[in-house]
Nanobody, 124 residues
Framework: QVQLVESGGGLVQAGDSLRLSCAASGGTFSDYAMGWFRRTPGKEFVFVAGISTSGGATYYGTSMKGRFTISRDNAKNTMYLQMNSLKPEDTAVYFC?????????????????WGQGTQVTVSS
């Protein structure tokens, strides 16, 4: 399976921006559809964004659309999440995930590999 490592999280103020990165190794990156999820203490994973193998199709959770942008660079084996206009409610651990199957983009159980997560904290 592919190994994933997230980076780019941190502590910012409301209205600020962050860019998260997800570096992949151990597999053919372009074979995987990718996604971002987030989780807060005591809660389940929430879908943030997804992207097709080529990057030609993207998908967003309702509260993220218009503020977040998912992208990928297959030549660099890296996926990105640009987060703008951050809100305190965006505070969470953000995970990147990869899948090979033709599953639903928004379902965590359809993903084969997961990263460790990176903390994003937005203060008011």
């Amino acid at each position: 399976q592919v190994q994933l490592v997230e980076s780019g999280g941190g502590l910012v103020q409301a209205g600020d921006s962050l860019r998260l990165s997800c570096a992949a190794s151990g597999g053919t990156f372009s074979d995987y559809a990718m996604g971002w999820f987030r989780r807060t203490p005591g809660k389940e994973f929430v879908f943030v964004a997804g992207i097709s193998t080529s990057g030609g199709a993207t998908y967003y959770g309702t509260s993220m659309k218009g503020r977040f942008t998912i992208s990928r660079d297959n030549a660099k084996n890296t996926m990105y999440l640009q987060m703008n206009s951050l809100k305190p409610e965006d505070t969470a651990v953000y995970f990147c995930a990869a899948r090979l199957d033709d599953g639903a983009m928004v379902r965590p159980t359809d993903y084969n590999s997961w990263g460790q997560g990176t903390q994003v904290t937005v203060s008011s």
